[in-house]
């Protein structure tokens, strides 16, 4: 009876300490999950508050943006794959401040109308699409804006591998005092805008500014470095604008 009753008590012992290590072992478990389960909490909260910050700066640039203009008509959505507010703000202030007489823009739409209304002399518009720039042409009508070339230009196979815009629609171009490209689409190939560089050096006056959207994008932030390095007597500057904004201007 002795013998059954020690090996009772030595299987209860056991038993206990294998519990004792289960629950340590789910404990450690359940703390690493806890902390997983923290980080995912505090990642979401900063997304949150980023998104957040986003949207009230994109909602107070419109807001400023429509004060200015003062629209007549309605304007199509911003952001996505068209302008951001910021964006158009920033083309807005750019236009008032210097008075181009010649502005080219890559890529139509509502940031043509924001050009035009700004006090552009002229303006001229290049788009690979006639859907869109029929839009940006009738948009134009709306608003009763004038001074506005568009012109479609086809996608056709450039020396660098990529699409770019049909050259014998730019071959006229010159002495431009501000470059805005925001064109061809350029998510899929990271040098789709990249021959804005070669196409446009040598037709921009000595006092142009350029700007360039999405440099937050590896191709247009290559864009942006190597068009201020061809230009010695110019200077890179990066807007902390939601898909991020390159300005290249005099010293």
């Given at each position: 009876m002795e013998i059954l009753n020690s090996?009772?008590?030595?299987?209860?012992?056991?038993?206990?300490?294998?519990?004792?290590r289960s629950l340590r072992a789910l404990h450690g478990k359940l703390?690493?999950?806890?902390?997983?389960?923290?980080?995912e909490i505090n990642k979401l909260a900063l997304d949150g508050k980023k998104l957040s910050m986003t949207v009230y700066r994109q909602t107070e640039a419109f807001i400023q943006l429509t004060n200015l203009l003062q629209f007549k008509s309605a304007i199509?959505?911003?952001?996505?794959?068209?302008?951001?507010?910021?964006?158009?703000?920033?083309?807005?202030?750019t236009v008032k401040k210097n008075r181009p007489s010649l502005v080219v823009e890559l890529g139509s739409g509502v940031s043509t109308l924001v050009t035009a209304k700004s006090g552009a002399r002229k303006v001229v518009s290049i788009d690979n699409s006639e859907e869109f720039g029929g839009k940006t042409r009738e948009l134009l009508r709306e608003h009763k804006v004038r001074g506005v070339e568009i012109r479609i230009a086809?996608?056709?196979?450039?020396?660098?591998?990529?699409?770019?815009?049909?050259?014998?629609?730019?071959?006229?171009?010159?002495?431009?005092?501000?470059?805005?490209?925001d064109g061809p689409p350029?998510?899929?190939?990271?040098?789709?805008?990249?021959?804005?560089?070669?196409?446009?050096?040598?037709?921009?006056?000595?006092k142009a500014v350029i700007i360039i959207d999405d440099v937050k994008r590896d191709g247009e932030?290559?864009?942006?470095?190597?068009?201020?390095?061809?230009?010695?007597n110019h200077t890179l500057t990066i807007l902390d604008h939601e898909k991020g904004t390159a300005v290249i201007s005099p010293r």
């Open positions: 090996l009772l008590l030595f299987l209860i012992f056991i038993g206990t300490l294998y519990c004792i703390s690493k999950k806890s902390e997983q389960i923290s980080r199509p959505p911003t952001r996505s794959w068209a302008a951001s507010p910021d964006l158009l703000l920033f083309i807005s202030e086809p996608l056709q196979p450039y020396a660098n591998g990529s699409e770019w815009y049909d050259v014998s629609t730019i071959k006229d171009l010159k002495k431009i005092d501000l470059l805005i490209v350029g998510s899929k190939n990271p040098e789709a805008r990249y021959p804005a560089l070669r196409e446009f050096k040598d037709k921009l006056s000595a932030r290559k864009l942006a470095e190597d068009f201020a390095k061809s230009l010695p």
